[in-house]
């Protein structure tokens, strides 16, 4: 989970919960652009060596994705492993660093059995010690809500033998496997784990088929691959270390210049986050095009319903009825997004599909805000209640999408008022409740990121529901319960209820399900979107 996605500006599942899951072999997710047959033939023993260069239109802000935003999706997912891996075919939970696991009935009991002969780029062993030690510092101050959300409401932690360890919580937590297996939660070693948290940006030891050689903000991150590594998970069917030598991350932020380094293929062989307006120019140089679905919530607006206009569910219904989604992917990301259907999305296990709820109706919009009192327009075409006060609402960002639905709403007599934040403050003033409307995107494939995000029990509330309201109290019932259910047919019915009700009564909008763009070059093979993590261990590249 990211407090937002880097935008593009253009004009799990339930875990199985079985002592040892099924591993698969595939691809990887996404929609990859076609292989040659020459990479194709090459065989495994004759494709090491060699430097991929990637560019990133930002400095990440750090390496630890316990600590960060957005590394979880390049850098960190290489440095550290998790204990479990998430299966994007499957929708399941495969081993990794733990061999096995058992879960209890009720979801509060996991114990873990370890591999033996697993290693920290210090040279340490992973042990049952270390684990407890990771999962202990991600509640500290400082780390970031995401990784936090992993060890909430944990309330023991024992190591009864050196490869052993068993998590209980204080209540049944059926996300915990899939929230293991984000990057977020990657287990580092025991003296990264203790390290101050802003030492944690700059450096980490991990288990990952790579090592930290050098971080240079703003200018490069540089990996070297481990020679000694030997435990990638079953999906990737691959023994010993990665193919590649070395991996090295140029920050350049001008679009124009990281294309061109790109495309010709020298300076960088890989980007992120591809503007849909390039597209064309890519494939036209022959660059290999992937593109894969986010499997959380993509781009969702919370409402603050603490706000003085949006405490009326009628405001917050208009505004929900009053997007019209078609045409905010259109101009957002060049139409390669998809309109969103419900909270989740299509490629999470749990998607709840209430698209009925979100047709583009601005009629009915302008009859709910004249029904609130909304009667009276201005000069400006800005609506004025009995009070005199005009509906003004305020948000944290500036970019196409939100100047699309400034846009869309202006003609309903609704004014956004665009007010970003700096980007040090933006976490803080999200959840402060300053902002009649925020966003989030969510990237764990798991429906529990609706409780993360909404709930009020446990959870980060970003609707601001007040204790009053009814309404709100079975939302929060709902997305307590859900995580508290194994079965999967019964969390499923317990998510489309809570889904129904954040979009009916507008505690959320949903806009739009998120497609990441890879462009990279032909000479680079097997580099593998795993939901939206980046994974280097199969990656290579054919000689020129």
Known sequence: MSISRPRRQFAAAVATLSLLATAACSSGGGEQGERSDTGAQVAKKDRSGGTLNIGLGADPGGVDAAVVNQVWRTVARALADSLVFYNPETKRVEPWLATSW??????RVYSFELRDDVTFHDGTKLT???VKAN??????????SSAKTVVQGIRTIKTPSEHKVTVEFAEPNAAFLVSLSRAYGGIVSEKTARLPVEKRQNWLDGSGPF???EYVPNQRIVLKKRADYDWAPKYFDHDGPAYLDEVVYKIIPEDSVRNGAVIGGDELQ???WVNAKYLPQFESAGLTISKTLNPATGTELPVNTSSTFLKDVRVRQALQSGVDRDAFVKIDSGGIDEPATGPLSKDNPYHSDQSALLKYDPERSKSLL???GWTKTGKDGIRVNAAGERLSLRVPADDAGWQVLQDQWKKL???LVLDPPLPAEANEKLLSGEYDIAYWYASSPDPDVLRANYGKTTGSNRSFIADDDKTGKKLDRLLQEQNQTIDQAERQKLVDQASHILVEQAYEIPVSND???WAYSPRLHDIKPVGLDQYLINAWLAKK
Do not use: C, W
Request: charged content about 25%; glycine content about 6%; proline content about 3%.
């Open 102 to 107: 058992t879960v209890s009935d009720d979801a």
């Open 128 to 130: 049952a010690k270390v």
């Open 135 to 144: 999962l202990e510092s991600l509640n500290r101050p400082g780390i970031h």
């Open 211 to 213: 090592y930290l050689e």
């Open 270 to 272: 890989f980007i992120y």
């Open 370 to 372: 004249k029904q609130a």
């Open 413 to 415: 007599g609704i004014e």
């Open 515 to 517: 497609i990441d763009i």
